[in-house]
């Protein structure tokens, strides 16, 4: 009797997952959903023949507190020729051991920052779960935003620690990155896409638009999937902007204290880079 159980058992889990898997092969991303009002619009990127790039839908979001918020966006134009500097914010989730959160932040000439953050896009209601964005609960989406929004969301809001590294790029190097983030945004509000936790999640984006610009810069370790430590393996291989050892430049570089002292300040950007 228990082998005749056991057999209808395995036979039984065996076609839920084949059915699961088929459904979930067949599941497509969609560009219209109830989304969350703060990942409702899409950014779009124009680029001209003078290096000037006109990025539409640049969010910028005024928090009361993480789910009671102002969203408002702007358009502004970006001078390629005037790019001369790449950060990497990681962002330490509070109370989960190795995950994280990345993200990059462009500096231009005459102190204009921009942020490229690759996130799930959400629906209405909806929060992030590592397991589900492992089948194909989430679109994925490029947040184009100022410094002041996705930071302060995260250090004031979440109250995780966010470390802000600045990164060891030509200006050649910074531009094509730019421009490769700007065309994948572009791509992903016309073609969408399912976020994966492993495949398709942020720091491994970053990785991949990384060695598209520079072949081979960062190798695949497991960090780049786990990337709690993805800052100490970036040291390592000589891309984060510093002679500093690896046990001084978290302490250096954490902006916790800089984010809250100056969150209304004009020169957030500036301040919390401690100039």
Known sequence: MFFVFLKFFLITSAAIVLIASFWLYKKRPLKDRNWSPDQKILPTAEFKEDG???IKNVRHISYKTATDYTVSHYDREYDLNKLKKVWLSLVHFTGYKYAAHTFLSFEFEDDVFVSISVEIRKK???KYSAVRGLFRQFELMYVIAD????????TDHHK???FLYPLRFT???SQELFLDMLKRSNELTQNPEFYHSVSNACFGNIVKHINRVVPGKIPFDYRVVLPENADQYIHALNIIDTELPFQEIRKKHIINHFAKEH???PDFSLRIRGR
């Open 263 to 265: 969150g209304e300040d």
């Open 52 to 54: 000037k790039i006109l």
């Open 171 to 173: 200006k050649e190097q």
């Open 160 to 162: 995780d620690n966010l």
């Open 147 to 154: 410094e002041r929004d996705v930071i302060r969301l995260r």
């Open 124 to 126: 209405k209601g909806e």
